[in-house]
């Protein structure tokens, strides 16, 4: 359609990178990109540590469950939800800061919407990205790691770099399935979509010659347990209120 729909469409998480680093200015010019995105109330809740020094870089991808790519990858970057800024406002203002679950969820999507953007600014350079959930692994050795001071929330890792595969896409969910005319369907609407979606990812898995599976089922499994289970006390003991 257009150069940025080939950018969005053409996405895939790159975990193999080439050799070559990403510079500084290229770095600087994707964040400057990503802080133009939306942001509730023009709170701009949100930071990125770009991590260089291969001894934090090592640390960070062990907590991330030995994630080598974390250190492979031509630039790393921890983004965080921001409220420090806020509450040094706050404080030189002689305000209370008082914010609770929605000051939190704030920062979390203004943190969310501009990593993403900085992910496409990067992707329309012809770098790949890929997230790292893993490090809410373990948030307090993050912390300990990156000496995060209270107000700063990490939120995911950032590995940026030259692609060195290029993977299949990743199918989704029917777009029937995600936009809805007015009201949200009935279950038994939405278990038919899943049902051919299933179909979709079976016949692509037994392609591919992986074990077989389906969408429905692997996401049953993964949120059949409870897992990191210290957020809300690694996050309360930053300073937010989740109530
Ligand atoms: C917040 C977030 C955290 C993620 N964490 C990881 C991670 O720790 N390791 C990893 O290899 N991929 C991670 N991913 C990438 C997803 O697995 C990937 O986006 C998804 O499987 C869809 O594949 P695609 O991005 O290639 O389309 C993460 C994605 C998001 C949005």
Partial sequence: MNETFDVLLGHRSIRRYTD?????EVVRAAVEAGRWASTS???QAYCAILVRDPDTLAQLSR???DQSKVRRAGAFLV????????????REAGTPYETRLEGFLVAAIDAALF????CVAFESLGYGICYVGGLRNDLPAVDRVLEIPDGIYPLFGLCVGR?????EARPRLPLDAVLFDERYP??????ELLAAHDEEVAAIRERQGR???TWSARVAVQLSRPTRTDLAAYYTAKGADLG
């Avoid at 983004?79 to 706050?90: Q, S, Y």
């Fill in 115 to 118: 990593a993403q953007n900085t």
């Fill in 20 to 24: 070559e680093p990403v510079p500084d």
């Fill in 63 to 65: 907590i991330a469950g």
């Fill in 211 to 213: 074990t077989p599976g």
């Fill in 79 to 90: 983004i965080c939800a921001d409220t420090r800024r806020h509450r040094l406002a706050a």
């Fill in 163 to 167: 692609p060195a595969e290029a993977p």
């Fill in 41 to 43: 109330s023009l709170v």
């Fill in 186 to 191: 009935s279950d038994e609407a939405m278990l």
